[in-house]
């Protein structure tokens, strides 16, 4: 035999590569890296496979997660869940094979897509402690469960079955996975009570038990009895598609006609769209799509680039919602008693790459959360909470990038900015683009960036907005409490020396203060603390008589759950939690008082409720807000002439001819202490 | 047939997903988030290919980098090599097939290990632009070069041959592949530039040409004649290997005896160990690996920890080397003169999971870096820049969490330092842990970040004793500068007023400055910039007569290239690059040159010498250091005594007895002009 050539000898090295060994040499990349991020990725894995299959089941989620230690290297993890249960010769497959499961060609939201995570996590115990993985399953049909006891073999990517058995089993239905594994426990930064702690607050629909090694239970109560809208699936929409992609497509198809192909295989084409599809592209529509030229394919691209789509479709995602996100963060943060929750920026569903995505940002400013700390930035994506790879994420990288000193925060460049703020940023997709396998961090991709810094900057703008009203406020409430305090005392003073009797100096006040001033509190003990009712109440300091309107927006949950107020709302609406009150008329120095009583057994703080009033311009209104735009109210004749007005009035030092002004100035000029100190 | 239940619908949807499909759809996970980075991506992937096979051929590498534009979004992309080329029937695995590959199974550093980044690179240019992959390769032995177009079918994960061809090729071997794919070209930071140039700093046997879409060109010649040491392939060593790894590795050993298994599957076990081994876990030797019970291997795994075993053998790596680091940092920084290189730290070999790495560290600082910016890191693993993910790798994060301001730079909390100070860090191992398939960032595991801590915090140890020299150098240096200026302008205005003749004032200078000082310059017209010759200037500026040694540590390719001295040097070492002289007796005021020149063509700054003399200390010393620790040089008698006696002196404000001291003091009466002054 001649010797081998260079080339030879190199070639007779090259070999394919199972995925399993590959895995298992590059456990880092499924976020194997460390005994403590092994913990997570485990839990992780276990808790977001039993709620989304909870979640296709229609089944309201109770997970509980146990994790106890076995040797000073080793804990066991045990995540057990009220699913559907899997089928016994389907355990095998999903628990020890790498790239197996059911969500990788749906297109839909979910939070598992990859096939990955469970069995990198049976894959990660074996190697490391070399103990099977134990499953006990039932299915509602079955009398009892499965047990099986397995490895994955990493050479074949397949379960190797070491213990098969069946049991009696006293739930109905439920999947339990117990893992022995090389690991490090820890509370804190990174760990599996911060994940199941973040997980509460995106799904506040789930059930969570945490049982952790020295015996501490934590119970995460269901926060709603409704389960998230169920994601539909749909075909790829075709903005972001690219030339191969769509190539692939056609080639693929079971659609015999290209007519066919373009109202089934891809989402947001309306009828007239296909034909404007057709025409520019120059196609009769009964093409066979599976024999489709290069040339072609390229027309078609051009032609559906150039035809203008639908919206896509937000039926395949499943986001929190700006309620559920504003509920979330109170239930974390209430005890630091923030000041300011910003509305939550809901942005419009767009297109990565054929899959539609949706960005969600919440925000939270001041209260006891640390001014001297950066922002506490809390990344979801898919409604699961990312801990690692910050540095590595989209959301973070968005965040450092934009310029914080705009909105009012310090920041070093390239920075998080440094201020008493928390900051939700949730990312739901067909298909988040991660950095890698253990799906800790959103990849840098043009699109889904653009949308984080729109919505976050959304969330800014409202945060900046409030820090400046809370400036013009500071000063109006300075002025109110020296006026209040000091100018009574001055009369008395004065009066004693001149021996006159005290003035009545309510005018006075009021035509210095020159507002309307709404103010709420708490019936209990302490005004400021959650209690069954709250009052608001609207004093009118101005000089005129000011026709005014009272709106309220409520958390969600009150309105369905009825509350009820006192004088009685005009109108309610159960999907806004908008609620409105007939006009009124106030006259200088009078006041009204309206009464909420929250649902039995709900308690409430002032702060739930946002205030907004018409018919007061922002200059003459304190402790509430104009009506926004976006209410989208149609006011009374008698408030837009009284809005109006008073913008006149505002921009003139005197009161504008025709105003229903009450003449105190003759009162005044008797009574002007204030001259005479 | 009876309805589905739910748990039967969910097992219906349940299927593998092929690797391709998975790819596919995670394109991020593997570089190609965007434009940008996927044409980076495919240029690293061709390359770090191009160079691994040359070296395993044991050719010097020549790698041709050409990028055109194609259309507004497309770019072609050619790389070409002159390495062994690959035989006809491997061409569509090599390309056409993700997670293929010679390099994953070989226990031993390169830089490609996966098998999936050149398929990755044209499955992305099949999917963005339906455009096949045109590979032409040649080897040796054959007379002309195969030629083949291809796609990457992700659906079987295997070539799809779109055509073959033969064509005549002007070079012996070698291997070329095209590229059309969706692209953005861009220079500076992430570029392909970039990479280049990172490739080129740490593979200095590499001549690598790179055309620009606009024409230029840009030629990055070899600067060393000598291929690095080939990396051997070994087996993995014991330390850091986890149960299941070892449970696994006994399974599928083909050794007949555990006394085999110990001396040929693993390494780094001396014939001692192995006996110490089996005593320990109560083994004869003559066990059969493959039936080992659990209790067995866990029995084995324990002993094996309390073995005392060899340091990691470092064949399987390959290193740069402190030569060539400085070397090459040099070559991209010398612009920028920067006043100190630290001597490059190069770790001894350690294991993580059972695999051998080393990690390398080079420092600049100072000169024209800009000190306002943070430190500029240049990331490497396996001598392959890493450009993007910075905020994700372990070494960015190890930098960031040590304290700077020890070593006298600049520091926010948690972030890079501030100063003007460039960082290299090389980590090489026969697996580097990386974040994703995208080789971007390493992961963060215990044992690599605690060498990368090590290894900067000596850097940063001889940056900051650098630092502290400087300072006492500059004080040295003011205190030089005013002596040697003023005193004589002093003594002509004072001798003019007196109308006495001017008097020489060299031993009063000698006796103010008590120092001995080395003076480096080149021979061209700016003594700072590089000459063919160098000369080296010390004068004995003190009282005494100096018995002193010169020490010179030049650039390893000067000695080798030979370079000459005069006066004749002692002994010069190839290995180190160290060269000795004779020792000289200094009278006070007397001065001696050595001229140095340097090999024919190659022009040397003054910086690139080291300096070093032994019979002086550091206080009386200026231009030069005190001769290292390290060097292990014995000493005539005559220096050892002489620089104890400085330790004296320099405890003391007068000259010690015994001193071989000049009488300086009747002179000096006669001329004390700075007192009359």
Chains 1, 2 share one sequence.
Not at 33 to 47: G, I, Y
Not at 167 to 185: F, M, N, S
Not at 243 to 271: N, P, V, W, Y
Not at 412 to 439: D, Q, R, W, Y
Request: glycine share 6%; net charge negative.
């Amino acid at each position: 035999m001649p010797p081998k050539s260079i080339a030879e000898e190199l070639a007779s090295k090259q070999k394919a590569i199972s995925i399993g060994e590959f895995f298992e040499r590059n456990r880092q990349i499924l976020g194997f890296d460390n005994p403590s991020r092994a913990l997570l990725t485990a839990v992780k894995e276990a808790v977001d496979n039993s709620i989304d299959s909870c979640e296709e089941a229609r089944i309201l989620p109770e997970v509980l997660v146990e994790i106890s230690k076995v040797t000073e290297e080793r804990l066991k993890v045990v995540v057990e869940d009220n699913g559907p249960g899997i089928v016994r010769k389907q355990i095998a497959n999903v628990f020890g094979r790498l790239l197996y499961g059911s969500r990788f060609h749906s297109n839909r939201q979910a939070r598992g897509q990859q096939g990955i995570g469970i069995s990198a996590a049976v894959l990660y115990a074996g190697l490391t402690t070399a103990t099977p993985a134990h499953i006990v399953s039932k299915i509602e049909e079955d009398p009892a469960a499965n047990v099986v006891d397995l490895f994955l073999d990493t050479q074949k990517n397949l379960a190797r079955v070491v213990k098969e058995d069946v049991l009696a089993w006293d739930r109905p239905h439920g999947t339990r996975i117990e893992l022995v594994l090389k690991a490090r426990y820890q509370r804190g930064r990174q760990s599996p009570f911060e994940y199941l702690k973040g997980t509460a607050i995106v799904n506040p629909h789930a059930r969570l038990v945490f049982v952790e090694p020295d015996g501490t239970r934590t119970t995460w109560e269901r926060a709603t009895p409704d389960l998230p809208a169920l994601a539909k699936e749909i075909p790829p929409h075709p903005h972001g598609l690219e030339l191969g992609e769509l190539d692939q497509m056609l080639r693929r198809s079971s659609s015999k006609t290209l007519q066919l192909f373009l109202s089934t295989d891809l989402s947001g084409i309306s009828r007239r769209g296909i034909s404007d599809v057709l025409q520019k592209g120059e196609f009769t529509g009964r093409e066979n799509p599976s024999a489709f030229s290069p040339e072609r394919v390229e027309r078609l691209l051009a032609a559906l680039k150039d035809t203008p789509m639908a919206t896509p479709s937000a039926e395949c995602l499943s986001p929190i919602g700006p309620m559920l996100i504003k509920r979330g963060l109170k239930n974390v943060l209430g005890s630091l008693r923030p000041e300011f929750y910003s509305p939550p920026v809901s942005r419009p569903p767009k297109v990565h790459a054929g899959c539609p995505f949706i960005v969600e940002v919440g925000l939270v400013y001041g209260g006891d959360l640390p001014s001297d700390q950066p922002v506490q930035l809390l990344r979801f994506a898919n409604r699961v909470p990312l801990l690692f790879q910050q540095g590595a994420c989209a959301i973070t990288q968005t965040v450092a990038d934009m310029d914080w000193h705009r909105y009012g925060l310090e920041q070093k460049s390239g920075a998080i900015p440094v201020g008493p703020v928390v900051l939700l940023v949730h990312v739901a997709s067909t298909k988040v683009p991660f950095t890698s396998e253990a799906k800790e961090a959103v990849a840098h991709t043009d699109d889904i960036t653009r949308e984080i810094e729109l919505a976050v900057q959304t969330a800014a703008r409202n945060m900046k907005l409030h820090l400046s009203r809370r400036t013009r406020r500071d000063q109006a409430m300075e002025k109110f409490t020296i006026i209040q305090k000091i100018l009574p005392r001055m009369a008395q003073k004065a009066s004693g020396i001149v021996d006159k009797p005290v003035p009545d100096l309510t005018r006075v006040i009021t035509r210095i203060m020159d507002v309307v001033a709404v103010e709420a509190k708490g019936s209990g003990e302490d005004p400021a603390k959650p209690s069954p009712r709250t009052s608001l109440t609207l004093t009118n300091y101005t000089s005129r008589i000011r026709p005014i309107e009272l709106f309220l927006e409520l958390p969600l949950e009150s309105v369905k759950e009825g509350f009820s107020a006192e004088p009685a709302p005009e109108t309610v609406s159960q999907e806004l939690g908008r609620v409105t009150f007939p006009l009124q008329k106030l006259t200088p120095n009078a006041k009204v008082t309206y009464t909420l009583t929250w649902p039995k057994g709900e308690e409430m703080e002032a702060e739930d409720v946002d205030i907004f009033v018409a018919g007061v311009d922002e200059a003459h209104l304190l402790g509430a807000d104009p009506l926004p735009g976006d209410w989208d109210v149609r006011l009374p004749a008698a408030l837009v002439e009284a809005a109006e007005n008073a913008e006149i009035a505002a921009a003139r030092p005197t009161p504008a001819e025709g105003d229903e002004e009450v003449d105190y100035d003759a009162t005044e000029k008797k009574e002007s202490f204030a001259d005479e100190e």
